[in-house]
Nanobody, 124 residues
Framework: QVQLVESGGGLVQAGDSLRLSCEAS????????MGWFRQAPGKEREFVAG????????YYADPVKGRFSISRDNAKNAVYLQMNSLKPEDTAVYYC?????????????????WGKGTLVTVSS
């Protein structure tokens, strides 16, 4: 059974940076693509960023392009999300997700397992 645990969330001001981490246990993340999703209050969960199994390809949602960066360290069984120039509209619970397939998936249905999330709050 796969377990994903996110960390690194918190309260920051607009323009600040945060780095989220996701550590996996029970199954190596190196066998599949990984992604980050987020869910703001009152809104549906949405795709943020994805990375292929080898890390050779990354994909981002338009609102975060140029500000967020996803990376992975398969040796550490971990995935990261570097978030720069944060905006109040980035406030959300951020979820790490994984899938058995090797290509990036951008839909909730495309992911096979999920973490419980970490809250990011950006004040103006």
């Amino acid at each position: 059974q796969v377990q994903l645990v996110e960390s690194g969330g918190g309260l920051v001001q607009a323009g600040d940076s945060l780095r989220l981490s996701c550590e996996a246990s029970g199954r190596t993340v190196s066998s599949g693509a990984m992604g980050w999703f987020r869910q703001a209050p009152g809104k549906e969960r949405e795709f943020v960023a994805g990375i292929t199994r080898t890390g050779g390809y990354t994909y981002y949602a338009d609102p975060v392009k140029g500000r967020f960066s996803i990376s992975r360290d398969n040796a550490k069984n971990a995935v990261y999300l570097q978030m720069n120039s944060l905006k109040p509209e980035d406030t959300a619970v951020y979820y790490c997700a994984g899938r058995r397939g090797t290509v990036v998936a951008t839909t909730i249905e495309g992911m096979d397992y999920w973490g419980k999330g970490t809250l990011v709050t950006v004040s103006s």
